[in-house]
C-alpha cells in the first residue's frame, strides 16, 4: 500500500508525523519504506538521525533516479546507519525500515513524461517489496503532488493502493488552506479528475490528519486561569466547525496528533524509552501516533461516509 | 602488440549480474504464456523446457557499450563493445534478468567500427591492456558515475518485462530483489572450474568469485550463477518470511496465514543444479558442503511444515475443549 503525505503549508508536522507513522508500522512487523519527496527541503534524514554526508558525496538518492542519471535511487537501512541511540537496537521481530532520500541541495523540478514513467516503475517495484511505501510530497500543490497523481493514474498502478493523509495544524487559517488543497479549484481532488482518476474514488482515498493539536483537557493547560480555559474551549468547538463547514470533518479525519512540546522543537521519532523511561515525551502522543498508524490500514477507517 | 589484427586475444575475465524476483503475477504463468513474455526478440525463441522443472529461458539481447569499466584502484580503462543480456523464468514464478560481458586481455587503442563489435556479441574490448584484477573487484563493488553498470542493464530488462500487459501486477505475497554480482577469471583449457568466494553483502547483495576454463562459454557461467542466485532467493526470502514479526508474534490461523505464500508458491521450486553444464555441477557441490544451501533449506522446509503441523494439532484440542 502507498501512502501519500501532503499538506497545504510548511511546518504542519507533515514529514515528522508521517516518519513517526512509518516507524511504529516497521514496529508492529511491517517492511516499510520512506520516500522523501519533499523536493525543495529534503528533511528525512535529519528525523530519522541518518547522516546526510555520504549522500552528498555520492549523489545517488531521489532527484538523480528522476533524473536518469541512476537507475536505482539510495536505500538507507534505518535500523543500520542511524545515530539515534535506541534505534540501533530495534526489538526483534520488527520489519524492515528503508529510506529513500533526496540528493543533497536538489530543487524542483518541472514533471516530464519520464519523471512519472521513473516514479510509477519505482512506486511499483517498491509495493511488490514492501507493506507499505509512505512518501512525503513537498507543500502545496507542488511538482511532486502533481507527478504522484500522474504516475498512480497511469493503468499499471490501477491494482496498487494508494492513499492520502493530508496534515493541517488546528487553526483557522491551517483549516481552510488544507480544504482548499483538497478540494479546491486547482486541488488535488480536481487534479487527479484532469489526469484520469475516478472522482469519488480519490476522495474517498484521502484523510485529514489534524497535527499539533492542543487537548484543552490535557495537564499542558491545567495551569490555565478560568477564562483562557472557557477561550479554548470555545476556540476548538469553532474549528470543528469550520472544519465540517468546509468538507472536511470528523467523517473525514484519520486522526489527530496532540501538540507534543518535543516535536514543537525538534523533529524526530519519539520511541518508547522518550516516553517511558526519560518521559520527555507525552504518553498521549505515543498512543495517538500508534492509533493512526493501525489505521492506516484498517478498511473501516476509509469506508465512503 | 604483435599480434595480427582479427587474431582474438586471450579471453581474461567475465562478469556478470543477476537480479532476482517474484514474477508480479497473481497466479504462476503456464509455458505458453511464459514463451509470451520473454519473447525478447522476433527473430529468435523463446527455449521452453518442462523437466525437472518448468523453465523458460528469452534469447539474448544485446546492448552496445562505451565507456569506462569499473576499477577498484580508480585506474581509467574505456572499453567499447556490447553487453548480452537474457531472462529466465523458473515455475512461472521466479524471473530473473542478467548482463554479462566477456573481456579480451587487451584491446585495440583505437575505436574500431561498429561491426567489428557486433560480431562479437557479450565481448567487451579495452583501449590498451584489461587490469583484470582492479576490474574484477570494480565489478563486484559496483560501478561508479559513468562506468559500466551491468545492473542496470539488468534492472532495464526486468523493468521491460514486468510492463507487460499479460501480468496481473498483482504479487501473492510481498518479497525482495536480490542482486548477485559475479566475475569468472579465466584459466587455460583443461583447468578445473572452482568457486572461489561466495559473499552475502548488505541490501541483498551477493558476490561469487569463480575460476573458468578458457573453453566454457560465458553463457554456462551465466547459467551457473542465475541458479545460484534463484536458489539464494528462495533461502533469503523464507527465512525473511519466519523470522517477520508477523510471524514470530503469531499464532494460530494467523501464523498459518503467513507461512501459506512459501507452501503455495515456494516450497517445490528447489532443485539445485537442474541446468547447470555439466562441467561446473560440481561448484554447486562446494557450497552444499559449506555452508551448505540445501541443507538450510530442508531445514527451514522442516520448519515450516513442524509449524503447520503444531498449528493443525490445536485444532481439535480446540474442538474438544469447547464442548
Known sequence: ?305 | MTRRPGQPARPALVCGEVRTCLLASFQALDGRAAAGLLRLRADEHVRISERPNLYALSPETLTGVDCRLPTADGSKVRAVGTVAARAALTEGRLLQATAWFSAPAAGPDTRRPWGHYLVRPGVVEPFGRLPEQATAQGVLRGPGRGELDLGAVAEALLARLLRHPLLDRKVPFKSRRTHLRWVARRVPEGERAELTRFTLAEDGLRTVELRLPEDTPAAAAAGLCEDLALHDWLLTTVVHMLESGRFAAADGPVAVQALRPAVDHLLHLWMPHARVERSLVHLWEALEREPGFTRQWQNLVQRIRDQLAVQAIRLPHQALSTN
Open chain 1, 1 to 305: 500500500m502507498l501512502i501519500f503525505a501532503a499538506s497545504d503549508k510548511g511546518g504542519t508536522g507533515r514529514s515528522v508525523t508521517s516518519a513517526n507513522l512509518a516507524y511504529h508500522r516497521a514496529l508492529a512487523g511491517d517492511d516499510v519504506c520512506y520516500l522523501d519527496f519533499d523536493f525543495g527541503s529534503p528533511t528525512a534524514s535529519a528525523v530519522f538521525d541518518v547522516a546526510d554526508a555520504r549522500l552528498a558525496l555520492e549523489g545517488g538518492g531521489l532527484h538523480s533516479y528522476l533524473g536518469g542519471q541512476v537507475v536505482e535511487p539510495e536505500r538507507i537501512d534505518v535500523w543500520a546507519v542511524t545515530e539515534h541511540q535506541v534505534l540501533r537496537d530495534p526489538p526483534p521481530g520488527c520489519g524492515r525500515l528503508v529510506l529513500m532520500p533526496g540528493d543533497v541541495g536538489g530543487g524542483e523540478f518541472a514533471t516530464t513524461g519520464d519523471h512519472v514513467r521513473l516514479c510509477a516503475d519505482l512506486l511499483m517495484k517498491l509495493s511488490y517489496e514492501f507493506d507499505l511505501v509512505f512518501v512525503d510530497l513537498s507543500a502545496g500543490r507542488s511538482y511532486a503532488v502533481d507527478m504522484v497523481l500522474e504516475a498512480t493514474a497511469r493503468p499499471e498502478m490501477s491494482q496498487v493502493t494508494a492513499r492520502w493523509l493530508v496534515f493541517h495544524r488546528w487553526t483557522r487559517q491551517h483549516v481552510a488552506a488544507a480544504a482548499s488543497l483538497v478540494l479546491g479549484e486547482r486541488g488535488i481532488v480536481a487534479a487527479g479528475v484532469d489526469r484520469g482518476h475516478d472522482e469519488e474514488e480519490l476522495r474517498g482515498a484521502i484523510r485529514f490528519v489534524r497535527a499539533a493539536v492542543p487537548d484543552p483537557e490535557s495537564p499542558l493547560w491545567s495551569q490555565v486561569s478560568p477564562t483562557q480555559s472557557a477561550w479554548l474551549r470555545k476556540a476548538d468547538a469553532d474549528l470543528k466547525q469550520l472544519a465540517s463547514a468546509h468538507g472536511i470533518g470528523y467523517s473525514q479525519v484519520l486522526g489527530s496528533v496532540p501538540l507534543e512540546p518535543v516535536l514543537q522543537w525538534r523533529e524526530q521519532l519519539i520511541t518508547d524509552e522518550d516516553v517511558l523511561d526519560s518521559q520527555i515525551a507525552n504518553m498521549e502522543t505515543w498512543q495517538a501516533l500508534s492509533r493512526l498508524a493501525a489505521r492506516l490500514t484498517d478498511d473501516k477507517h476509509w469506508e465512503q461516509a
